[in-house]
């Protein structure tokens, strides 16, 4: 089981397409179904300037 939040410069609602999208393909890039809990966190910027997303992620392996 994992936790995934994910950091995003300058978020708008009319962006969510384009971040299901990007989970879509990172999703099966991976061969993995994403489940929840999944958050999306819009940001005013991230520690590094040039950065537009970040992931933080936190699993429970038995």
Known sequence: MAKLT???VDWT???MPLFAEGVARA??????TPLSPLTG??????????????????AVID
């Not at 966190?41 to 936190?58: K, R």
């Open 27 to 32: 999703s099966a890039k991976l061969g993995v």
């Open 41 to 58: 966190v819009g940001v005013a910027a991230l520690a590094e300037p040039d950065l537009l997303v970040e992931i933080e992620a936190t």
């Open 6 to 8: 994910v950091y995003l």
């Open 13 to 15: 609602s009319d962006k």
